[in-house]
């Protein structure tokens, strides 16, 4: 296979069986293309509780509103498919730090990113989970950014990569932190440099110490992922030996969303 096969290969997430179920050691990524037209945007605007239409209002660009909308009916879609259940009657509470979950006590545990018009949503049964994405954006990743938003050690790490590296470590460091971040919940209530991650995108990732909390690092496993070119993604799970399945949300029928070049 030629480098070029890998690489398309890598990014390739695959339609979901019609009969998709999920099971207790599975966790599943969805990635969602959110720019549709406009109307498709007022289909899954239909799937939407009255607050989260009144969130949609309140964004100033009709992008921006566009994108909320196909994200929060992408999410009500993909629920209601694992519940049997109709995506407009699932309920949502917020935790203080703002993270959704289902009101009703169900297990289903979930998690939405997106940048830069794609959005991932991962998905579990009871285990807490954590997904970031972050489009690559030139100029961000430098020693200062790292110094304010990294731990020593990070930075460290960072520094001690080859110039060549330090774009993708940097992007690989930034999306791992906060996956795990947004698996736990709890916002920056957790200061940035009380814990690390691995920095090397060419080793695999992981939590590596969290500051007053040694059983931290037993309790979750952290994985990169690579949904589309100019991209870098990361998951935090709870627990180990799950088993990992990438999907392409279908639903408007593929070909419709706009897609961001490579
Ligand atoms: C929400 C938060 C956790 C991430 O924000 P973000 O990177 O702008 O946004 P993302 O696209 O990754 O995630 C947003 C989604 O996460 C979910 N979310 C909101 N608050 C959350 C929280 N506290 N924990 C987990 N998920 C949360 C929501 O579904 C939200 O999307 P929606 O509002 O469209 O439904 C933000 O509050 C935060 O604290 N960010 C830290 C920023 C930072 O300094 N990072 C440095 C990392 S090194």
């Given at each position: 296979?030629?480098?070029?096969?890998?690489?398309?290969?890598?990014?390739?997430?695959?339609?979901?069986?019609?009969?998709?179920?999920?099971?207790?050691?599975?966790?599943?990524?969805?990635?969602?293309?959110?720019?549709?037209?406009?109307?498709?945007?007022?289909?899954?605007?239909?799937?939407?509780?009255?607050?989260?239409?009144?969130?949609?209002?309140?964004?100033?660009?009709?992008?921006?509103?566009?994108?909320?909308?196909?994200?929060?009916?992408?999410?009500?879609?993909?629920?209601?498919?694992?519940?049997?259940?109709?995506?407009?009657?699932?309920?949502?509470?917020?935790s203080p730090h703002?993270k959704?979950?289902?009101?009703?006590?169900?297990?289903?545990?979930?998690?939405?990113?997106?940048?830069?018009?794609?959005?991932?949503?991962?998905?579990?049964?009871?285990?807490?989970?954590?997904?970031?994405?972050?489009?690559?954006?030139?100029?961000?990743?430098?020693?200062?950014?790292?110094?304010?938003?990294?731990?020593?050690?990070?930075?460290?790490?960072?520094?001690?990569?080859?110039?060549?590296?330090?774009?993708?470590?940097?992007?690989?460091?930034?999306?791992?932190?906060?996956?795990?971040l947004k698996a736990r919940g709890e916002g920056l209530s957790i200061?940035?440099?009380?814990?690390?991650?691995?920095?090397?995108?060419?080793?695999?990732?992981?939590?590596?110490?969290?500051?007053?909390?040694?059983?931290?690092?037993?309790?979750?496993?952290?994985?990169?992922?690579?949904?589309?070119?100019?991209?870098?993604?990361?998951?935090?799970?709870?627990?180990?030996?799950?088993?990992?399945?990438?999907?392409?949300?279908?639903?408007?029928?593929?070909?419709?969303?706009?897609?961001?070049?490579?």
């Open positions: 296979m030629s480098g070029g096969d890998e690489a398309r290969r890598a990014f390739s997430w695959p339609r979901p069986p019609a009969d998709i179920t999920l099971a207790g050691d599975d966790v599943h990524v969805w990635r969602v293309w959110l720019d549709l037209p406009p109307s498709e945007v007022a289909r899954l605007r239909q799937l939407l509780s009255p607050d989260e239409r009144e969130r949609a209002a309140r964004f100033v660009s009709p992008r921006d509103r566009g994108r909320y909308i196909t994200g929060r009916g992408a999410l009500r879609s993909i629920l209601g498919r694992y519940l049997r259940e109709p995506p407009r009657s699932l309920r949502f509470r917020y703002g959704p979950s289902l009101a009703d006590p169900l297990p289903l545990r979930f998690n939405l990113a997106h940048s830069s018009g794609l959005a991932l949503i991962a998905v579990a049964w009871g285990r807490e989970i954590g997904v970031d994405v972050e489009i690559i954006r030139a100029g961000v990743a430098d020693e200062l950014i790292a110094r304010r938003f990294f731990s020593p050690r990070e930075v460290e790490e960072l520094i001690g990569l080859a110039e060549e590296k330090r774009q993708a470590a940097f992007f690989a460091c930034w999306t791992c932190k906060e996956a795990y200061p940035l440099d009380r814990f690390a991650v691995s920095v090397d995108p060419d080793r695999p990732a992981a939590l590596r110490y969290v500051e007053g909390a040694a059983k931290e690092v037993a309790r979750w496993t952290l994985c990169r992922l690579h949904p589309w070119p100019g991209y870098a993604a990361a998951l935090a799970v709870e627990g180990h030996g799950w088993r990992l399945s990438c999907w392409q949300w279908d639903d408007p029928p593929a070909g419709r969303a706009k897609r961001p070049g490579p």
